[in-house]
């Protein structure tokens, strides 16, 4: 019987070692073909080692938008990201502590507004705003303390871990740096028109719309701030590319030299949806 069991055992360990190699094999034949990744959602920050999902994005990019919109310094807008990244990480959650939803986590019980308005960033964004300028000497005082002053949060000392990454991310979604936001995304499956982009884009920032045709439109004022809105609601809409200034963005090989991008108005094409299998 001893016998028959240590039979067992090594025919047991010697199709153990054989499954191993055919396992071994087919990676290394794999490896070998160099076979294409599934396409990831992402975007990244030109220059730095920071990256957001899609989400994360578009969230930050009406964050500062609704800054923008109101003429307040980019201080403002690093404030306000740093704090919505602690807060949610800048996903628009729909729970939290007690009551807190949102990006900013936000309590309707404390008279931010009725849940499903503090669920719409630009609201939200508006509410924090609303609250930063009226702490005093906000502009100057320690982050720290004034996202605390508006937030009153367990634990304000978290708030500083974000702020360079905030920081980053206001001069990008803010125009001061050009190009500096990169959004990869597989080909979207729902896209809104050219003019439904215009319109949700207006919403956020002052924006004249010049011309629309099936599937391009052009706006103005023209600048790098309309540009990263753009590229960061992307995926959101399903916009293939964007050109301006003699760069073109797409979402499939990120920025490229493109003469034929002009300076006095910013175009954006939306993809062909794919068919969803």
């Not at 960061?232 to 090989?253: F, M």
């Amino acid at each position: 019987m001893r016998r028959n069991l240590r039979r067992v055992l090594a025919v047991a360990a010697v199709i153990t070692v054989a499954v191993g190699l055919v396992a071994f094999g087919v990676r290394s034949l794999l490896n070998r073909l160099n076979l294409p990744h599934a396409e990831q959602a992402k975007c990244d920050l030109a220059g730095t080692p920071y990256s957001l999902s899609t989400e994360q994005a578009a969230n930050a990019a009406t964050v500062s938008a609704v800054a923008t919109t109101r003429k307040l310094p980019r201080r403002a807008t690093v404030i306000a990201l740093a704090t919505a990244l602690q807060e949610s990480k800048l996903v628009n959650v729909e729970y939290g502590d007690r009551d807190s939803v949102g990006l900013f986590q936000q309590r309707p019980s404390q008279g931010w507004g009725s849940a499903g308005q503090i669920l719409d960033p630009r609201y939200s964004a508006g509410k924090f705003y609303d609250a930063l300028v009226k702490v005093k000497n906000w502009q100057h005082r320690p982050i720290t303390q004034v996202a605390q002053a508006v937030q009153q949060s367990g634990h304000p000392e978290a708030y500083s871990n974000w702020e360079d990454q905030a920081t980053v991310m206001a001069k990008a979604f803010s125009g001061t740096v050009p190009a500096a936001i990169t959004c990869v995304f597989p080909s979207p499956t729902v896209v809104a028109n050219p003019g439904r982009v215009v319109h949700l884009l207006s919403t956020e920032l002052p924006t004249v719309l010049l011309r629309t045709f099936d599937r391009t439109g052009e706006v103005r004022p023209a600048g790098w701030v309309m540009v990263s809105w753009l590229v960061a609601h992307g995926d959101r809409l399903g916009i293939d590319s964007v050109t301006y200034a003699g760069q073109r963005w797409s979402r499939a090989d990120g920025w490229r030299r493109y003469d034929g991008a002009p300076a006095d108005r910013v175009r954006f094409e939306v993809a062909e949806p794919r068919q969803k299998s």
